[in-house]
């Protein structure tokens, strides 16, 4: 037992050493604090005033209104209502980076698509011989900056892609009715954006408008982000995020969804046109692709259909008017202002058609504009009416002439960028008829035309092209004999 007396010896000499360094250490006074250059009575950190509105990150360190020093996505602990945060990735592609403004539901969906993400770029794909973008930045009457083709645009030539760099659900501008707060939290989104993208997104703000109808100068009119991006409203749905239960409600619905607007602005400066003469579709990598719709002359203003095309002309004019305000825009219909729009000044809402139209359009533009408009309003009706049979599998009203009418009515629309659904239908209904060689025509024009509208692997692309690979193996072979 001689061990065990000398273990219990040195256990009772270490407890009495810690004992003596403890009260040794405990006699010394604690060691003042450094004083704060500057700082006076009662101006150390204790007594420092926070400020309200500073920007602090769920980390250690506060980072007043910068890019937050991480890498991979970072998460605002600011939210409104608890549901729309702001998420941001600022090395993305390369130092690009994203913003969102969403819900934590959808964020967890765009968070797993990092890698198309990083694969979506800004890059012009029609270039000139001498190696230069097709198109340059020009003033465009009536409508402030624009682009402007600098040389002859096929159609179906591929144009340019962008990337994404903001994201907002489009719940937040509906369920945060306070315009104030949607703006502080979009502004502060924005932010944290990395400089030299800020500073390209900023860009969009300034609207250099000519004259306004009242005499005063439209240039220099700044533009919220809300505004601009309401003016230029290009969506994705990322799914919905739940649904009522078959028997629940009494029916299955959507009950949420993911709809987002996104902003491209390496191409922002396109101008809107009921017309237009590029067409545009999000690829799987959320970039902005656009193609030439219909053949594109040297000065010719670039533009695309940020409002569906086939509405009735009021409603693109109100639309036009609301989102998208000209310098030469008036007030009340075409007629009333002699033709001038209302509000939109496109050939379409305006009836002023450029003669390069006539050809492409295969009619000349020589009535007044009252007459054109009312000519114009008299195709989409008829356009309407004819599509409603061509969609009703069972209508044994459809005709070959009817076929045909609807596609000549698109020409002479000057609807180049919708004519996949057009062809399409044309197609289907020839093979209903069993008159195969015209489906075959048809369907191989609805695969070029949803090529250019929908992208190479959109669903609409395959199936024509299975149907124009087989007419009579089709299972529209005959349908309606």
Request: with cysteine.
């Amino acid at each position: 037992m001689a061990w065990l007396t000398r273990a219990l010896f040195l256990l009772s000499l270490l407890s009495h050493l810690q004992l003596l360094t403890l009260a040794k250490t405990s006699d010394k006074k604690p060691a003042a604090a450094a004083p704060i250059a500057g700082a006076g009575p009662k101006e150390d950190l204790a007594y420092e005033e926070i400020d309200k509105f500073q920007i602090v990150y769920a980390s250690n360190a506060t980072f007043p209104n910068s890019i937050p020093p991480t890498d991979g996505w970072w998460s605002s602990p600011h939210c409104l209502q608890s549901t729309y945060c702001i998420y941001i990735n600022p090395t993305l592609s390369h130092n690009r980076g994203i913003v969102l403004l969403t819900k934590p539901t959808d964020f967890q969906k765009i968070s797993r698509l990092d890698h198309h993400l990083s694969a979506a770029t800004d890059r012009i794909e029609a270039l000139t011989p001498d190696g230069s973008a097709p198109f340059e930045e020009s003033y465009i009457l009536s409508k402030g900056p624009g682009l402007t083709a600098t040389m002859q645009l096929r159609r179906g030539k591929p144009l340019a892609l962008a990337a994404p760099v903001l994201l907002v659900h489009k719940d937040f501008f509906g369920d945060i009715w306070r315009r104030s707060e949607r703006n502080k939290l979009l502004e502060q989104a924005v932010s944290f954006l990395p400089p030299a993208t800020r500073e390209r997104f900023d860009r969009q703000r300034t609207l250099s408008l000519g004259p306004s109808p009242d005499g005063k100068d439209g240039k220099g009119t700044k533009r919220s982000i809300e505004q601009i991006l309401l003016a230029s409203p290009f969506e994705i749905d990322l799914g919905s995020n739940s649904y009522t239960p078959l028997g629940a409600g009494g029916q299955e619905s959507q009950a949420d969804h993911s709809k987002h607007y996104v902003n491209y602005p390496s191409l922002s400066l396109f101008t809107h046109s009921c017309r237009p003469n590029i067409a545009f579709h999000i690829d799987g990598n959320l970039a902005l692709k656009t193609t030439v719709a219909r053949k594109v002359s040297p000065g010719e203003e670039l533009s695309v259909a940020y409002v569906d095309p086939m509405k009735p002309r009021k409603e693109r004019q109100e639309w036009v008017g609301k989102y998208r305000p000209s310098s030469g825009s008036g007030s009340g219909s075409g007629e009333e202002s002699g033709g001038g729009g209302g509000g939109c000044p496109c050939p379409a809402c305006s009836g002023h058609y450029p003669s390069v139209l006539s050809k492409q359009h295969g009619h000349p533009h020589t009535s007044s504009p009252a007459e054109e408009l009312a000519k114009s309003d008299a195709r989409l009706t008829e356009l309407e009416s004819i599509r409603s049979e061509l969609r009703n599998h069972e209508s044994r009203k459809v005709t070959p002439e009817m076929i045909e009418k609807f596609i000549k009515l698109h020409v002479e629309e000057g609807l180049e960028s919708k004519m996949a659904e057009a062809y399409e239908l044309a197609a289907t209904n020839y093979n209903y008829l069993g008159e195969d060689r015209k489906a075959k025509k048809y369907a191989d024009l609805a695969v070029q035309a949803a090529r250019i509208e929908y992208g190479r692997d959109a669903n609409d692309v395959i199936t024509m092209r299975i149907m124009a690979g087989d007419v009579r193996g089709h299972w529209s072979y005959q349908y309606k004999v």
